[in-house]
């Protein structure tokens, strides 16, 4: 029985105009069901903020029931956002085992959260959640257990690709993709990953990593450093393998890299690798030329095992002129001066590094080139698209894909345009109000907040502080004591702060220290005095502590 059709709406919260913070509303029948629920991460830790987020305030406001949050893999892009929104709403979590393992683990770091709201999903068997039927598809991408989604509502199938690639190694797995992705038609909208749509070259298979990156650690006379997304279970795979064939122990080094491989061993999605995988606290039992260390910190992130390597900053590494790092990842767009100055730091120090631009061989994406996007969207032949998870400019080409490939209808999409679907028929007729939360040791930072550091970071501070004296002498018993952070060198701060000083004096002994707007007028006369010599306008802090039984202060 065929259900009539009714209006869909999709509305991105999260990675549509951007790469990262993957979140998604699918709306039908005053249901609502969420796919993925991911952060930003800045390259640089900027003001003090670890991740972003998307802005909740839609889902919170509780306009329809939300029936669960489906997640399609274990990426921080689309996963690490979770534990934000279920501070706050208390709904159901479903997903493939090993991203269930992600998430326990995650979920156990914050008070407050409930597990028992995690259910595991398994491909090709449907489930329902509401009026939505959901049917999980496995398609390959850099980590394991990768979803794609078949969600049937309001009388419509929708097919979001999650994350893919259609690279893979042997023919017939090859054929065996494409004839899955035929049986799920008939599809009235695709939802498609875009992130790969500016690469000619396909993606690649991880098997060819595996000769590769072994003839680079085989040639090495040092250590050899990988750094590689932690997630990415089969490179971590690729390099056990590397490390047997080289006879060298492998070094799981940094918080992230050690979690992602414990949920694997947990959730048998690794296979036994004690042989080779040896604590970081017994690396001085081997010989350098017998150590292979996997880091974390592909993006130049500063605050990452590799970044602080780089930068001389490691408790237990330092490099050496005989080390070799290799960059076994993709440079994000956004990401490239960061990246780049990782490299120097490291070419600096006489180490040999190889990186997706010397060395093409070290790394195959997960996402699909333009050519595989063409391939998935020409074999499931859907009504309609709609590009997801790329850059306004991603998200243009895989539109222009789909025109190619002969769609009737595709439309491009940002975050927070409410997308309604209908006969086949894509529109925007409104927006949403839809932003950011900038995380800061897992806690929300207001806009507030982030204005005054901006403003702190880009002028600097001046503070003062005022002691009133006693006995009626209240001029000359006056402590002032000053500092100066971010406005300017040591010299000039004490050319120029007894000039502030004769000038607080000269303000209080004038309008007395019980004035209501004392602090006021020594702000005034501080900043006449720093603008004056010093050409500069930083933010102004003062604070009277007066002495108040002297009220006869002449």
Not at 140 to 164: K, W
Not at 426 to 438: D, F, K
Not at 477 to 493: D, H, L, N, R, Y
Request: hydrophobic content about 40%; overall charge neutral; proline content about 4%.
């Amino acid at each position: 029985m065929t259900h009539r059709e009714e209006k869909v709406q999709i509305i991105p919260l999260g990675g549509f105009g951007e790469i990262g913070m993957n979140c998604l509303a699918i709306n039908a029948c005053d249901e609502t069901l969420i796919v993925d629920c991911g952060v930003l991460f800045p390259a640089e830790p900027r003001m003090g903020i670890d991740t972003i987020h998307p802005d909740f305030t839609f889902l919170l406001k509780g306009q329809k029931k939300i029936v669960g949050l489906v997640v399609t893999h274990g990426h921080e892009d689309h996963i690490a956002a979770i534990p934000y929104l279920l501070r706050d709403l208390n709904i159901p979590v479903f997903a493939g085992k090993y991203t269930i393992g992600l998430l326990s683990s995650r979920l156990a770091e914050f008070d407050n959260i409930s597990h028992s709201q995690l259910s595991q999903i398994s491909p090709e068997i449907p489930f329902k959640r509401g009026g939505f039927t959901i049917t999980p598809i496995q398609m390959p991408h850099s980590t394991i257990d990768n979803l794609a989604l078949v969600i049937e509502c309001a009388g419509q199938r929708l097919f979001h690709t999650s994350d893919f690639k259609l690279s893979v190694t042997q023919p017939d797995e090859h054929d065996t993709l494409i004839r899955q992705l035929q049986r799920i038609k008939p599809i009235d909208l695709m939802i498609t990953d875009s992130t790969g749509a500016l690469e000619k070259k396909d993606a690649g298979d991880e098997d060819s990593l595996l000769e590769n990156i072994g003839a680079l650690v085989s040639n090495a006379t040092g250590r050899v450093f990988v750094a590689l997304f932690s997630s990415n279970v089969q490179r971590i795979s690729t390099l056990v393998k590397v490390a047997r064939q080289t006879n060298r122990k492998l070094i799981l080094n940094g918080r992230s890299v050690l979690n992602h491989y414990a949920v694997a061993r947990e959730t048998g999605r690794m296979p036994d690798a004690v042989d080779v995988v040896v604590p970081v606290e017994k690396m001085h039992h081997f010989c350098n030329n017998q150590l292979l260390i996997i880091m974390s910190g592909t993006q130049g992130e500063s605050r990452s095992a590799l970044g602080r390597f780089a930068a001389n900053r490691h408790s237990q590494f330092t490099a050496e002129d005989t080390d070799t790092v290799i960059l076994s990842s993709r440079f994000i767009p956004g990401n490239e001066l960061q990246i780049s100055q990782t490299i120097s730091r490291l070419m600096a120090q006489k180490v040999v590094v190889f990186h997706a631009n010397n060395c093409s061989d070290i790394h195959v994406s997960g996402h699909g080139s333009q050519n595989e996007i063409k391939t998935a969207i020409e074999t499931v032949a859907p009504r309609a698209l709609l590009p997801a998870h790329g850059t306004y400019e991603h998200l243009q080409k895989v539109a222009e894909i789909a025109r190619q490939t002969g769609i009737p209808h595709t439309l491009v999409a940002t975050n927070g345009d409410v997308v309604t679907f209908f006969k086949g028929q894509l529109a925007i007729h409104e927006r949403i109000e839809s932003g950011r939360v900038y995380i800061d040791n897992v806690r929300p930072v207001s806009d507030t907040v982030l204005k005054e550091r901006r403003k702190l970071g880009n002028k600097g501070i001046y503070i003062v502080w005022i002691q009133s004296g006693g006995n009626g002498k209240f001029k000359s018993e006056i402590q002032i004591a000053q500092k100066s952070a971010g406005v300017m060198e040591e010299t000039e701060f004490n050319r120029i702060a007894p000039l502030v000083e004769r000038k607080i004096r000269d303000t209080v002994a004038e309008f007395r220290i019980t004035h209501p707007d004392i602090k006021r007028l020594v702000k005034i006369a501080t900043r006449r005095i720093i603008r004056k010599e010093s050409r500069r306008d930083p933010v102004f802090v003062v604070e009277i502590s007066p002495d108040l039984t002297t009220t006869d202060i002449p």
